[in-house]
């Protein structure tokens, strides 16, 4: 398996549980791996996989981040969880 790498960060500003989605690097066609997690990665935190358009609109996830906006405690989560 190939080392995962962050494409995108997206945040729907707490609409649902699963507030950040972050995009990675593995796809299967146009499905992308992805990482749906609560604030703080401790409330809700799980892989799926999802549309995700590398040149285009994905308002469908929310509006992007970037990694430096996230707190810590989230960055650590996520490195944890793609480690």
């Not at 790498?5 to 995009?23: E, P, S």
């Not at 992805?34 to 996830?61: A, I, K, P, R």
């Amino acid at each position: 398996m190939a080392t995962l790498r962050i494409l995108g960060v997206f945040d729907n500003g707490g609409a649902t549980l699963d507030r950040y989605t972050f995009v990675f690097n593995e796809r299967d066609g146009d499905n992308y791996q992805m990482l749906g997690t609560s604030e703080t990665g401790e409330g809700f935190s799980q892989f799926c996989s999802g549309h995700f358009n590398y040149h285009g609109d994905n308002s469908h996830l929310g509006k992007p981040v970037q990694w430096h906006q996230l707190s810590d405690q989230l960055k650590q989560h996520v490195e944890g969880r793609i480690a």
